[in-house]
């Protein structure tokens, strides 16, 4: 029997990285994927950041955002988080027959304001058609060069360093599927979608050694990024459960759709490991700035078991974040 | 009544260039699509090609090549006929629920074997899946990077130049369309795909100050690229038609489909505009490498007509080869 594509291939969790591991590093090598965010590239005498993400979000209008700034924050983001600098995207999209001009429209000045934004430049770009029904409306794909101009020393992480995230959980995965299930709720809930260079790039700036780890939670939610740190290594990372910045209205749909908000996709948010003395400073310097106004600590490294991210409660229970199979919420970028 | 997206949208015709200057060059800025065929970047004190495409083909195997092999290719060429080193390609994939996984091996094998021959390296990627019937198969998007060692200096195109190609025209859109229309031949027709890289680095090695344009031949045909040279300017293009290198299934293809060879993508071709008194000289060098072994002069600058390319038979009949509106031959790339 020949196996088949299934949903959890896209998704972020153990069968995506299954497949990118098996299928895709066995055939075209193992610097093909790299498990960062970009590549980091030498090209002449300059190292770059190279990255490519594919947006296929459906509904393509959501609170809070569109396909079209989507496609620009996610691929800054996936820069930034290297610790280089977003230069220049692509734009590749492709559209069914009888997509509305109209929206192409709203969607390509979304991607203008979000690219002016965030400073980058939109500077090639392809377009394809295909018939009606061999397309879900629009697809788009940005990839990005971002310049490394100083290079972060990442100094190795250790029990006592602290998790820093700079907002709230599970915004986006949230909004979305609200948005496309038609859920009703007394306030609006919004996607976090925004860039985070010109927050990262304040934080490298001012504590280009304090930070020994930057990952934006996208697919695969907070919980997976932070499995994927701890992945072999003799150290673990602990969540204070009463620390965890996640709106009610998130917590509800979560309990209603029986999905954890710790594996919901977030697109305006980044998870830092900081050296422990100058954690209390950098959180002070995030939140003077517009993306990390509501930054906070929310969990430490300890070695009370090795390679496993945890929830602590306050009276002391704990309770290990398991590895995620597939995705519980398909097509949310 | 809202206007919609057909497939002359993407055809590479006047459709297209019209919505790329009436839509996404005044949305997203002049900067965001280059007529060229790759942007030309300024990083840190390097210069660099950046482009980008996406792959829709139908079918997804054909002769001659896939999907995969045409990925590769089509971003290599892209950049290498702007004179620029390809270095580094992205991968971005977008499958069907149900696609089957030895397809997408398959595929993945052959951008491998097109990466290791044209010497580039996949260096990152993104695999998204959509539900069964929101993409049909498979989608590629490579973007690429490619150094600028040498600045090519551009003369002016004059008359007298010639325009040269390196093998026979109208192939691939041929073998593709037949392949999905189940048409059989006597002898099978291929696809050109190929990577031009090698060929066009032996050109400018040699010859750096006699190459005065260089494009390949793609959506649109032979005849949008002359066109797009010729449009606003003083001279004219003339080819022979005796000399224009076409097999005879190709034509035979055209005569049953109603369409020119002229018109009809190329996936291993790039038209050259050649200063006169070294033109043999690149011919001969050409034809000493792969990919240029048909290499021949098919036309030359006049100042018959302005703004046209035309066709000259060999009784002196002339004939204005018109702007294409919109692809006869949707899905070939």
Do not use: W
């Not at 490519?52 to 924050?73: E, H």
């Not at 061999?134 to 029990?159: S, Y």
């Not at 280009?208 to 930057?214: A, E, N």
């Not at 078991?305 to 597939?326: D, N, Q, S, V």
């Amino acid at each position: 029997m020949s196996k088949k594509i299934v949903s959890g291939h896209g998704s972020g969790g153990k069968m995506m990285n299954d497949m990118i591991e098996n299928i895709i590093k066995k055939i075209l090598g193992p610097e093909s994927i790299q498990l960062d965010d970009s590549a980091i590239l030498s090209i002449g005498n300059e190292t770059i950041a190279f990255t490519t993400d594919n947006f296929t979000i459906s509904p393509i209008f959501f609170p809070g955002g569109d396909i079209g700034k989507l496609a620009v924050n996610g691929t800054v983001n996936d820069i930034a988080v290297m610790g280089a600098r977003p230069l220049f995207l692509s734009c590749g999209i492709i559209m069914e027959e009888g997509f509305e001009i109209d929206l192409l429209q709203s969607i390509l000045q979304s991607m203008k304001r979000a690219a002016d934004y965030a400073k980058v430049k939109i500077v090639t770009g392809d377009t394809k058609v295909v018939q009606k029904g061999n397309a879900d409306k629009i697809f788009i794909n940005t990839t990005g060069i971002g310049l490394i101009e100083n290079n972060i020393q990442r100094l190795p992480i250790e029990v006592g360093d602290r998790i820093v995230i700079n907002g709230e959980i599970g915004d986006h995965g949230i909004a979305v599927m609200a948005e496309r299930n038609k859920l009703s709720f007394s306030e609006e809930l919004y996607s976090d979608c925004s860039p985070l260079n010109h927050l990262i790039a304040k934080i490298i700036e001012s504590y280009p050694r304090s930070i020994k780890f930057m990952r934006d939670p996208t697919r695969g939610g907070v919980a997976s990024v932070l499995n994927d740190i701890v992945k072999n290594r003799f150290f673990s990372m602990k969540l204070f459960e009463d620390e965890l910045p996640i709106k009610k209205e998130v917590n509800g749909v979560c309990d209603l759709l029986g999905i954890d908000p710790l594996y919901v996709a977030n697109e305006g948010k980044v998870i830092l490991i900081t050296k422990e003395e100058d954690t209390d400073a950098i959180v002070e310097l995030m939140r003077t700035i517009k993306e990390g106004v509501s930054a906070k600590v929310i969990g430490i490294i300890t070695d009370e078991f090795t390679g496993k991210a945890y929830i602590e409660t306050p009276i002391g229970g704990k309770r290990i974040l398991p590895i995620l199979i597939e995705e519980q919420l398909p097509r949310i970028c």
